[in-house]
């Protein structure tokens, strides 16, 4: 009897100490089902359906263990497609921070009617990759577009920019780097402002001119923002997607079949779940890669205020 | 700053302008041209008639389109809000064993892209019957690290002798976090929401995937619709859509690039 009541005091009072946890656990339980169900379980579901062959309904059929990953490194068009993704980030990655670090710059003086140019510039991020696919899918037109009539205004031959095999992927990174360059010039500015104004004042009174003060102050002091642009613009290359099936459907002669859009083809258009998923794994690898970088060298390279 | 300076960042800031805005220009100016104006490769259309307009929205359900992207946009926008504000106050206002850990659950979900679940994804939606739904289009994206930590990071400056207080006056926890927290982090709560409604309007890849037929199917969707549809000579009408599509959004973004600059850059540095 006095066991008893003994144990009662105690589960009544690990019932109490837990009360924290409980009600934590209520306010967290909508993300933890949520994370659960459409990002955890689906991410373990894609690795163990890379190790199988499966049917139409995407069910695992036969095991294969490696051999999906065997056929793919095998395979002439996935490193096609690694090799057009690589190409694909070395494009927009460095042109597209440096546009939108020059942007940012200019933008950051403090002149008549800043905000207005500040408004455009961050405009793109208000623009689909639909919307933005289609606008740019006219401005290549070969015959009506509107680069090929500047070209032979002045006289140079034309460019099939999509059609040709050499040029379609530089002409989807354009399209790209313009349609990232507003979030990326949205969160440098942000950067931008806050450094400290007073760091400038001490280095005007030393005399130091505009180019001293950006490679000295500006650079430095912005480097954790670069760095994270940086990582933000190298994920998001990895995920391109919708470009791809606007402007090229992956081609010509897959040029251009970045390694989402050939996911995306290879599960929902040929019904290959296991080779697919094989894919996804591959580039779940490559991001994770790129964040654990970030997060290993990120916070030691850069300057911290 | 010295006038001849002044000069030049006036006019890099206008070329840049210039440059960085004519892609949007331009596709407004065709919305209004007729197909042989296009040929003709001008840049200002004779008049400004509506013609391209009422043809878009005869030749695409895009009136429906609209509404169904601006249902799922402002649920997903709502979900969020209700999801991550629930977690980032439990992350903050209290202290439990394996808080750690679950944190760390958090982090990991951000280095999982998207697009690496998407196919047992799909198969979920398909075996919850929710392929051509709302549910289908927004539940899914209503937990969001990022917005978490985005609500965390605002959280964690109101001080905590406003929780002691209120536990004084005998406020509950919920009432806490309802009455108290939520009205003072109106600011996060609207650059996570307008981030949120911005991203949903925009998504691609998942609503090509779990629609295939007019009843939910976005504005974006319609755009390939419509692009896959058309020839050359119509291309008026295809930017009379593209315009459609965009003003929304780019509205949003006009009223709140002050605050989501100030919302994001704090959400993902600090």
């Known amino acids: 009897m006095k066991e008893s009541s003994v144990s009662l005091l105690a589960k009544s009072s690990i019932w109490k100490k837990s009360l924290n946890a409980r009600t934590a656990l209520l306010y967290l339980f909508p993300s933890i089902l949520l994370f659960s169900v459409f990002v955890f379980y689906p991410m373990f579901r894609t690795i163990y359906l890379s190790f199988f062959l499966t049917d139409q309904h995407g069910s695992a059929a036969l095991f294969v263990g490696l051999e999906n990953y065997t056929y793919l490194l095998e395979s002439q068009a996935f490193r096609n497609s690694i090799k057009a993704t690589i190409l694909f980030v070395l494009y927009t990655v460095p042109a597209g921070v440096i546009l939108a670090l020059f942007l940012a710059l200019i ?199 | 700053m010295s006038f001849p300076k002044k000069i030049v960042f006036y006019f890099l800031l206008l070329f840049s302008a210039f440059l960085l805005f004519f892609p949007v220009m331009y596709a407004f100016m065709i919305s209004f041209m007729t197909g042989g104006e296009i040929m003709q490769g001008k840049f200002f259309p004779q008049t400004f008639t509506f013609d391209n307009y009422f043809r878009v929205f005869e030749r695409l359900p895009l009136m429906k389109y609209l509404i169904n992207s601006f249902v799922v946009s402002a649920g997903v926008m709502i979900g969020q809000l209700i999801v991550c504000s629930m977690a980032a106050y439990a992350f903050v206002f209290i202290s439990f064993k394996g808080r750690d850990f679950i944190f760390f659950l958090f982090i990991s979900t951000m280095m999982i892209p998207w ?37 965390r990071q605002h959280f964690k400056t109101i001080p905590k002798e406003l929780f002691e207080a209120s536990q004084i006056a005998g406020l509950s926890r919920f009432a806490f976090f309802w009455r108290v927290i939520l009205p003072v982090s109106k600011t996060s709560l609207v650059t996570l929401g307008a981030y949120g409604f911005l991203t949903t309007w925009n998504m691609y890849l998942w609503p ?48 709140g690039q002050k605050q989501l600059q100030k919302g994001l850059t704090q959400g993902a540095l600090k």
């Open chain 1, 107 to 305: 933008a950051n003086e403090k002149l008549r009617g800043i905000g207005f140019f500040r408004t455009i510039y961050s405009s793109t991020m208000g623009i689909s990759v639909a919307a933005s696919s289609v606008v740019w899918l006219f401005l290549f037109h070969p015959s009506v577009g509107m680069f090929n009539r500047f070209l032979s205004l002045m006289n140079l031959p034309e460019v099939q920019w999509l059609l040709d095999p050499d040029w379609a992927l530089l002409s989807v990174s354009i399209s790209t780097i313009w349609l990232n360059t507003g979030f990326s010039f949205l969160i440098l500015l942000g950067g931008l402002q806050n450094i400290d104004g007073y760091l400038y004042e001490s280095a005007k009174i030393d005399g130091a001119g505009y180019w001293y003060q950006l490679r000295r102050i500006t650079i430095p002091m912005l480097s954790p923002t670069l760095f994270f642009i940086i990582t933000i613009s190298l994920i998001n290359a990895f995920q391109s997607f919708g470009q791809i099936d606007i402007l090229t459907k992956g081609g010509p002669s897959q040029a251009t079949n970045l390694i989402v859009y050939s996911i995306y083809r290879e599960a929902f258009v040929n019904y290959q779940f296991g080779t697919a998923s094989a894919q996804a794994v591959f580039l779940f690898l490559c991001i994770l890669i790129v964040t654990i970088l970030q997060f290993k060298f990120g916070e030691r390279k850069v300057h911290y205020q």
């Open chain 2, 115 to 151: 697009e690496a679940t998407m196919i047992p994804n799909f198969f979920t939606i398909q075996k919850l019957d929710w392929t051509n739904t709302y549910q289908g289009l927004t539940v899914p994206f209503f937990a969001l690290a990022f917005g978490t930590f985005l609500l």
């Open chain 2, 208 to 255: 090509l995937l779990v629609t295939n037929n007019d009843q939910v199917r976005t504005v974006q969707i319609g755009l390939k619709q419509l692009q896959s549809q058309e020839v050359a000579t119509e291309w008026g009408v295809v930017m009379a859509g593209v315009i459609v599509v965009i003003i929304p959004t780019l509205l949003l973004l006009f009223i």
